[in-house]
């Protein structure tokens, strides 16, 4: 049974340019979830999704951020006009359910030069 | 404003010894409690929980104990072996109007365990 999937593991970008995070979770999995962390961070909450719908994104910034969930295929996580402060380590965790544990993805590192 | 503290940012502790890693937490509303174990690289691994409703949870070598009165809460491993060196988080959830897959994480302790 796989983990949760996320690609690229390193993306390098340049200020203006798009970034796209994609995240397969666990097999059985409905419940996905973003979180960014920071350099000399813990990790900080971004949104929460399952199949089609966007539950709580009341961690994702205001502009430039959005996410997704489709029926088919991966959830993304698009970073529009990237700058530096953009910078971080974006991880993906899905849940069988609303509860309980998170199993997390090996991470995006996101480089903006 | 941290909600999950850790106040150390690093701990090191000789082979065989317990290691003790501490968290703090100012939200009331938290009812349940996460440890994580992070090693370079790689994403955050469920460690063990514990709910508000009890005092103490083991699971092999790693016992949460949680003090609500004093909202702290504490990972104790014993023995602790080299393979246990690694970034520990903390994390809490609660009905504070986030969901409950929105943990608030503190900012992890570097745990070194010395042979």
């Known amino acids: 049974n796989a983990g949760v999937m996320q690609n690229p593991r390193h993306l390098v970008r340049r200020r203006g340019q798009e970034a796209r995070l994609r995240c397969s979770p666990m097999?059985?999995?409905?419940?996905v979830y973003w979180y960014r962390q920071l350099p000399e961070e813990g990790l900080k909450f971004m949104v929460y999704l399952q199949k089609e719908n966007i539950i709580d994104e009341s961690g994702m910034p205001k502009e430039r951020f959005s996410a997704e969930f489709p029926k088919e295929g991966p959830s993304i996580l698009r970073i529009q006009q990237v700058v530096r402060g953009d910078s971080a380590a974006y991880f993906c965790?899905?849940?069988?359910?609303?509860?309980?544990?998170?199993?997390f993805g090996e991470g995006s590192r996101l480089t903006v030069l | 404003d941290q909600q999950v503290k850790q106040n150390s940012p690093s701990l090191s502790v000789q082979e065989g010894r317990i290691s003790i890693l501490n968290c703090d937490y100012t939200?009331?509303?938290?009812?349940?409690f996460l440890w994580y174990k992070k090693y370079p690289a790689e994403g955050p691994t469920f460690l063990i929980s514990?709910?508000?409703?009890?005092d103490k949870n083991e699971d092999g070598r790693f016992t949460v104990f949680l003090n609500k009165s004093a909202k702290h809460l504490s990972l104790h491993i014993v023995p602790s072996q080299p393979g246990d060196s690694a970034v520990y988080f903390c994390a809490a959830s609660g009905d504070y109007g986030g969901s409950q897959g929105n943990l608030i994480f503190g900012k992890g302790t570097k745990l070194s365990v010395k042979p």
């Open positions: 939200n009331s509303m938290f009812d349940y």
């Open positions: 514990i709910s508000s409703i009890k």
């Open positions: 965790a899905s849940s069988p359910q609303e509860t309980g544990e998170l199993f």
């Open positions: 097999k059985g999995h409905s419940h």
